[in-house]
């Protein structure tokens, strides 16, 4: 592969270009270009909460005049399917997206990613997008953007760039240069970081520790699914990778078959702000065994960090508006344990939002168990 590309100098040549703003969910092999757009034209990048959403955006910019640019990684492809083939082409609404590839066929990657590597390049023919891999040098890519840009305009359809991994090198901020380096890992740790918000992985033990063996725990994607193999592995634990967003809805489903279980929901900011009617499902439900914990900490932590926009949203208010029976916010150890031992001893649904300290181990690995087999011991633990 060809020298990895400027973050820099790709925002300089998509604005060179005339393309622009742009909208979208963080992936890892774009962090650096999302970084490099937040701290230089932060007016320029919207943070959207799915892919199908931003492809929504993008869409009335287009109708606003101007050429819009979505980001989103491949398995966020399928958020986007909707409004791509029922928005963008059937009111020849064009806007370029880039697409990472993860999972792509020969590049080891995690699980989620196989299948969606394997086909991403044919679904987006299949959806009639034009689609080539983001050039790896500067003049090659200011030709492709001009190419890019007028098959937009001749036939009124997406077009998009495939990125592969290392396509992008990291982002080194000008603003931050001789900055003092961010504090060793150590002193970032315990009840004191962040301004004394708990890590994760301390909020994660204490709701292990209260809601007992019996309880049905349901982790999300990411950072919280592996912080609770690594320390809590037990059978009676579900880690969800990938369906960025689906682990409350999963919980709804067993809470709703599996009555005489407690369930609980290890949740986060990201993913609750990515499918958040299913708040508004649960709340109609109303399965009385289900305690849906937000762990917040405002970001995007295992793509690079980028904000998530939950610190304009009150978790609570929306839940209780959505019908649960009971909702509360907590920072500290004590409250969290207050909330859980309360909430736990009334009918549901619940929801518990957690403040917590955007930081992990950086030596945390991937969950060891192979998802097959974390789905089947899951399901043996609910039968009866």
């Known amino acids: 592969m060809s020298a990895a590309l400027d973050p820099a100098k790709v925002v300089a040549l998509f604005e060179e270009a005339g393309l622009g703003p742009f909208t979208g969910v963080p992936c890892s092999f774009l962090g650096p270009v999302i970084s490099c757009l937040q701290d230089t034209r932060p007016d320029q990048y919207l943070i959207a909460a ?70 991403t390049p044919n679904l987006l023919t299949a959806m009639e997008i034009r689609n080539e891999i983001l050039p790896q040098d500067e003049a090659t890519l200011a030709e492709r953007l001009l190419v890019a840009d007028e098959h937009m305009r ?26 003092v380096p961010a504090a ?53 634990n579900l880690y969800v990778v990938g369906s960025m967003g689906c682990a409350s809805s999963i919980a709804l489903g067993v809470a709703l078959h599996a009555p005489a279980r407690q369930v609980v929901v290890l949740d986060g900011d990201g993913a609750a702000l990515m499918r958040l009617e299913a708040m508004a499902t649960i709340g109609r439900l109303g399965p009385p065994n289900l305690l849906h914990i937000i762990l917040d900490n405002e970001s995007y932590e295992s793509t690079g960090g980028q904000p998530t926009g939950s610190a304009h949203l009150n978790f609570t208010e ?65 039968a009866p």
């Open 50 to 119: 799915n892919e199908g959403e931003a492809v929504a955006i993008a869409a009335g910019s287009r109708l606003a005049g101007r050429r819009p640019v979505v980001i989103l990684q491949n398995s966020g492809l399928g958020n986007a399917v909707n409004p791509l083939t029922s928005l963008c082409h059937t009111l020849r609404l064009p806007v370029l997206l880039l697409v990472t590839w993860r999972g792509e066929p020969g590049s080891p990657d995690e699980p989620q990613h196989e299948l969606m590597g394997r086909i």
């Open 184 to 236: 060793a890992p150590e002193t970032r740790t315990g009840a004191g970081a962040a301004g004394g918000y708990m890590l994760r992985s301390e909020a994660i033990a204490h709701v292990m520790r209260v809601v007992g063996e019996r309880a049905l725990v349901v982790a999300t994607t990411g950072k919280t699914a592996r912080e609770l193999e690594h320390e809590w592995d037990r059978p009676g």
């Open 154 to 179: 001749d036939t009124g359809l997406p077009f998009a760039f495939v990125v592969r991994k290392g396509a992008i090198a990291p982002y080194s901020s000008p603003a931050r240069s001789g900055q």
């Open 318 to 382: 929306v839940a209780a508006a959505c019908g649960y029976v009971q909702a509360a916010e907590v920072t500290g150890p004590e409250g969290l344990m207050a909330a859980l031992e309360h909430q736990l001893l009334h009918v549901g649904p619940s929801l518990l939002r957690v403040r917590i300290a955007s930081y992990s181990d950086p030596g945390l690995g991937r969950p060891a168990l192979p998802p097959p087999a974390s789905a089947a011991r899951f399901q043996e633990m609910i």
